[in-house]
């Protein structure tokens, strides 16, 4: 696609719930980043993927955090039993090759849970 | 670990000339990224820097010292459209799992330009 896209925009859940936040990155780029944002502040690396596989884990705050990602493409961030300290936006990054430091990033999800 | 420091806010005149610094401690450093981000909106790839010296982009430009673990975004003739946050993020090489190339973003300076 012409960008990155990421569903969706927002999410209203309940406390204890699970949510599937999915991100569709740039066709081509080999590298996917996943980056949690809490209002004002900086971006949280949550877990990193080149191809399928996901070299680094360690950003991931809980084991109620999994991601995965299909076809060297579409990535999918799932919370499960969701707390409210988990209401951020979470963005979703794509590059192509090792340009680690150029990251063309999707407009993000609000996720706030109740 | 990784850490960068960089100011909360700054506040410049339409015209001018604003400088925002970065100082960072980051093992395994191999650059320095900025990135802009409008109220609302998603981060944007700025300038990259890789080896020491000015990398000049238009109105934009970014420095490097490697040695004093220090950079900063310059910009000129600042425009209304410049209020935005600006983040610095280090290009660093994890060890971690089956190793990678990470970038660690700071906390972002919030630049008001006003009339």
């Known amino acids: 696609g012409a960008g990155v896209s990421q569903s969706p925009s927002n999410k209203v859940t309940e406390k204890g719930k699970d949510v599937e936040l999915r991100c569709d990155p740039i066709?081509?780029?080999?590298?996917l980043y996943w980056y949690r944002q809490s209002l004002g502040q900086g971006l949280e690396f949550l877990i990193y993927?080149?191809?399928?596989?996901?070299?680094?884990k360690s950003g991931l705050p809980s084991d109620r955090f999994s991601a995965e990602r299909t076809g060297g493409s579409v990535s999918t961030l799932t919370i499960q039993r969701t707390q409210q300290e988990d209401s951020a936006v979470y963005l979703c990054?794509?590059?192509?090759?090792?340009?680690?430091?150029?990251?063309?990033f999707g407009p993000g999800t609000r996720l706030t849970v109740t | 670990g990784q850490s960068l420091e960089q100011p909360s806010e700054v506040t410049a005149v339409e015209g001018a000339i604003v400088q925002i610094n970065c100082t960072y401690q980051?093992?395994?450093?191999?650059?320095l990224s900025w990135y802009q981000q409008h109220d609302g909106g998603a981060p944007t790839f700025l300038s990259y820097?890789?080896?020491?010296g000015l990398e000049e982009t238009g109105r934009f430009s970014s420095f490097l010292s490697r040695s004093d673990s220090y950079g900063y975004l310059l910009l000129q003739e600042l425009q209304m459209k410049d209020s935005a946050s600006y983040f610095c993020?280090?290009?660093?090489?994890?060890?971690?799992?089956?190793?990678?190339?990470?970038?660690?973003f700071g906390k972002g300076t919030k630049l008001s330009v006003i009339p």
């Open positions: 990054a794509s590059s192509g090759g090792l340009a680690v430091w150029e990251q063309y």
């Open positions: 066709s081509g780029h080999t590298a």
């Open positions: 993927f080149q191809g399928n596989s996901a070299p680094d």
């Open positions: 980051t093992s395994g450093f191999y650059g």
């Open positions: 820097n890789a080896l020491d």
């Open positions: 993020a280090c290009e660093w090489h994890s060890y971690s799992g089956a190793g990678s190339y990470q970038l660690t």
